[in-house]
């Protein structure tokens, strides 16, 4: 059964650091596209980033790029999201997916049960 097991959420200040980790089961993750999304109070989940099977392919949302960095571990079958100078916009539920498309949440046929992130100002 495949399963995303996200955590590192927490409460932070605005200009402090996070680092989200998603464990996944039950798929061969190395062979798997991955990605971040994000759903803040009252909004749309959005695309925050994603990562290309191999590692060696990421996108970024406009929104994130040069403060947020995805990666991809395929030995501990974990996909990282470390995020600096966090901002309260930043503040949300985020959610890994696997399996789909860059930005294309419909594409992505696996979802993770998401982790508060909660940015102070």
């Known amino acids: 059964q495949e399963q995303l097991v996200e955590s590192g959420g927490g409460l932070v200040q605005a200009g402090g650091s996070l680092r989200l980790s998603c464990a996944a089961s039950?798929?061969?993750?190395?062979?798997?596209?991955m990605g971040w999304f994000r759903q803040a109070p009252g909004k749309e989940r959005a695309f925050v980033a994603a990562?290309?099977?191999?590692?060696?392919?990421?996108h970024y949302a406009d929104s994130v790029k040069g403060r947020f960095t995805i990666s991809k571990d395929n030995a501990k079958k974990t996909v990282y999201l470390q995020m600096n100078s966090l901002k309260p916009e930043d503040t949300a539920v985020y959610y890994c997916?696997?399996?789909?498309?860059?930005?294309?949440?419909?594409?992505?046929?696996?979802w993770g049960q998401g982790t508060q992130v909660t940015v102070s100002s």
């Open positions: 039950g798929f061969t993750f190395s062979r798997y596209n």
């Open positions: 990562i290309g099977w191999t590692g060696e392919s990421t």
């Open positions: 997916a696997a399996g789909g498309r860059v930005s294309s949440q419909a594409t992505y046929p696996y």
